[in-house]
């Protein structure tokens, strides 16, 4: 069980995240704190880049014990709607990492903050068919969702973007503009444009403005149940 192979990590221990394909780096890092019950532990964690993140995990994780003095750092709180989305990965026992940042109201300001490319930050829109289903579209950062793409993509005759009112009544559990590509309401298609397969990592909004999630692009489209496809504007 992941809870046993991981239990007893302390402050100091160094995380290891290896990587799942040949040639795949890993990926090293220090505990600053471990959070949560004994149980289901998460960390705290400074990786070797020197950025920090709540980290979770998952099957590829070993800890290494150190003897180093443990150091202090303050407790990042999580929102309401960022938890909703924990629970789901906790429960898949997937390796994924909270990342806290100023707040940001785009996709692409969201990527400038955290240091990394607008083409691997997912951005998700919400469409409905001709039938009332809502299909989250995740495009990246840089680039636009194609209306037509979408609507061939789901087999629908059209498809058309909710509007703000629209959204702040489907996902009242969310921020306005943060809604992830899954958690909350079921019954929601799911598609990710397939040029976020070229990425080993992909970083989306945590249901608020001011919390990331990172995990593996592959876990991403398994959780969330998603089709890949060409969706973005060329």
């Known amino acids: 069980m992941l809870a046993t192979r991981l239990a007893g990590a302390k402050e100091g221990d160094v995380v290891e995240v290896s990587g799942r394909r040949v040639g795949e780096p890993g990926r090293m890092g220090e505990i600053l704190e471990v959070l949560g019950p004994a149980d289901r532990p998460h960390y705290v964690v400074r990786w070797e880049d020197g950025h920090q993140s709540i980290f979770y995990p998952g099957e590829t994780t070993s800890i290494r014990r150190q003897s180093t003095e443990a150091r202090a750092t303050p407790q990042l709180d999580v929102a309401a709607a960022t938890r909703l989305l924990v629970e789901k990965l906790r429960d898949a026992e997937l390796e994924f990492e909270l990342l806290p ?114 995990m593996r692009t592959a876990d991403l489209i398994a959780v969330a149940d998603a089709q890949t496809a060409d969706i973005a504007v060329d």
């Open 101 to 214: 940042h100023r707040r940001t109201l785009t996709a692409a300001s969201e990527a400038r903050v955290l240091g990394v490319l607008p083409q691997a930050v997912a951005k998700t829109l919400i469409a409905r068919d001709e039938e009332g289903v809502h299909i989250r579209a995740v495009v990246p950062a840089s680039g636009r969702v194609s209306i037509s793409k979408l609507a061939s993509a789901v087999s629908a005759a059209k498809v058309a973007l909710l509007t703000e009112a629209e959204l702040v009544m489907a996902y009242p559990q969310f921020e306005l503009g943060a809604v992830p590509p899954f958690g909350g309401p079921a019954g929601d298609r799911v598609v990710v444009d397939s040029g976020f397969t070229k990425h080993d990592h992909v970083v989306f909004d945590g249901g608020v403005h001011d919390t990331s999630l990172r």
